[in-house]
Every structure is written in structure tokens, then in C-alpha cells.
């Protein structure tokens, strides 16, 4: 990635939680089964009334006249503890559901769209228009699920950290969703209730996945396609799990071979190299 297209490099921590539970990362959760919008400007601060300085951030969204640019302001107590928690998906998806400054954040987006409708696909467009940045580029590490704060902040991530943003605004109180995550092999996307999406929005025949009784539709998070549609090259991969409050397996053979995949390349990663002679 190009360097000079960050607002900072932060310092991140470098152990990889694999841990059961809620500390469950994509890898952890295999290891352990298996053996058009751009963002804008640099850092600005005002002083909230809180006394804290808030970190804000600026994003150019789909509008109902055009474009607009809507302004988000993070307070950057919330940045730094997100930064040294625990991450994981668990701990992710609970920082974004209810979260004020998302609230706001999808209220100014729902109040510039014409519709319930085209605001979602606004939203969609917003956390697909984020730079995207693979683990190993943006943090040097191989897994890391950024808490919403910190995709806002740094203006980059992966499919996970911008699963879980559009998870979390989709699930505030202007589109009022009920959002989980789906594990595509080497993927992450945003499931929603087929039920809280305007019919009109979806692709024909859509891409569902029923939990818990309740059906969900795939929404790309990478990539503003319709509802059910999946980016381009992940249509054909085998879907390995879901997140809601807790982990659903989908594909047990598929989550087994792609824990032996994971394992072998890891396994040969630390093999040395026989140079001969």
C-alpha cells in the first residue's frame, strides 16, 4: 500500500489471539475446529464538550442530489482503547452494535438519501469506498479484526474490519437491521435479515443463509453490488461460517479442509530450507 495514503501508522499489538470463545479470530476459529467513495481530508480536531479532543473523519456518499460529504467524529479515547483490547469478531461486532457515533453516522446518511433503500446502498458504498488493506500490509500482523473505531480512524481494512462497520451501521437505529457476518474461505461479508431489506433492493435469486431460524442475505461489504450478489471473485467459495452472537458452523468439511490448508502452509512456512549440498 502506499504509504502516503494513510493519516497515520499506528503501533499495533503483535499477539495473535487464538483463544476459544469470544476471542475467536477467522484463523483461531479454523485452527481450533480443524486442527465509488473515498476518504477525506487529514486528521481535524475540535474539542467535544466532554473535554475530549475527538478525531473526525469526513466520507463523500451517494446522496439523493448527487454526492454529499458527511462528517463522523470519533473521540479518540474510544481510538485508543480500541486499539489495545482484545480484538475478535465477538469483540468487534459488540463495538459496533449501538455505538453512538455510528448512530449519527447512519442518521446523516438516511437524512441525504431519497430512500430507506438508497440509503442502505449509500452505506454499503461507504464502507466499500474505504482503502482496502490486507492484515499483513496495514498492521503487520496476520489476523486483526479492527474495532469500527479504528477502520473510521485509520481509513483502510481488510473484508473483516469492513464487514463488521457496514454490520454496524446497517444495525443503527435509521435502517434498524439485524446484521451478522459470514466466513466465506479466505472472506468476510455482512449478513442482514432478508426481512429488514427492501425487496427491490435485492439481486434475483440472492444469496441467503438461514440462522437461527431467520434468513439472511449476503451484502458485500468490498464491493457495492446489489444485496445477494457477492464480489467478483468470491462467488464460488465454500461458505464456512456465520457470526451472530455466537458462531454457527455451515460447511464442517470445508472448515476442516481449510484448517489442513492453513496448517500446511504454516507447517512449511517454519520447515527449514534444504539448499543442497
Known amino acids: 500500500m ?15 489471539r487464538t483463544d476459544g470463545g469470544a476471542g475467536w ?17 487529514c486528521v481535524a480536531r475540535g474539542r467535544s464538550g466532554g473535554g475530549e479532543e475527538p478525531i473526525q473523519r469526513a466520507f463523500t456518499v451517494p446522496a439523493e442530489q448527487g454526492h454529499e460529504r458527511v462528517g463522523v467524529d470519533v473521540p479518540a ?8 483490547a482484545t480484538h475478535s469478531f465477538a469483540a468487534a461486532m459488540a463495538a459496533a452494535r449501538g455505538w453512538d457515533v455510528l448512530d ?29 488493506a490486507t492484515d499483513r500490509e496495514s498492521t503487520g500482523r496476520l489476523e486483526y479484526v479492527r474495532f ?33 457476518l459470514l466466513m466465506p474461505e479466505g472472506h468476510c461479508a455482512t449478513l442482514v435479515a432478508r426481512a429488514d431489506l427492501p425487496a427491490e433492493l435485492l439481486a434475483s ?5 438461514a440462522l437461527g431460524g431467520t434468513e439472511f442475505v449476503y451484502v458485500e461489504a468490498v464491493e457495492a453490488v446489489s444485496p445477494g ?12 461460517a456465520a457470526f451472530t452472537d455466537r458462531w454457527h458452523v455451515l460447511d464442517a468439511r470445508a472448515v476442516a479442509a481449510a484448517a489442513s490448508d492453513e496448517l500446511g502452509r504454516r507447517l512449511g512456512n517454519a520447515l527449514p530450507v534444504d539448499r543442497g549440498g
Do not use: M, N, W
Not at 479470530?25 to 481530508?41: C, E, I, N, P, Q
Not at 481509513?155 to 446497517?170: F, I, R
Open 25 to 41: 479470530t477467522r484463523r483461531g476459529l479454523l485452527g481450533t475446529l480443524g486442527a465509488g467513495v473515498a476518504l477525506a481530508g
Open 2 to 16: 502506499d504509504e502516503s495514503r494513510r493519516h497515520s501508522t499506528p503501533s499495533y499489538r503483535t499477539d495473535d
Open 229 to 240: 450478489r457477492t464480489a467478483r471473485e468470491y462467488g464460488t467459495r465454500p461458505r464456512l
Open 104 to 132: 449519527r453516522l447512519a442518521a446523516r446518511i438516511r437524512r441525504l438519501a431519497a430512500s430507506r433503500g438508497a440509503g442502505l446502498r449509500a452505506v454499503q458504498a461507504l464502507t466499500a469506498g474505504i482503502d482496502y
Open 205 to 209: 435469486d440472492p444469496l441467503t443463509v
Open 148 to 180: 469500527p473505531a479504528e477502520t473510521l480512524v485509520d481509513g483502510e481494512g481488510d473484508c473483516d474490519d469492513k464487514a463488521v462497520l457496514l454490520a454496524g451501521l446497517l444495525a443503527a437505529d435509521a435502517f434498524d437491521c439485524r446484521t451478522a
Open 77 to 84: 479515547g474510544r481510538y485508543r482503547r480500541a486499539r489495545s
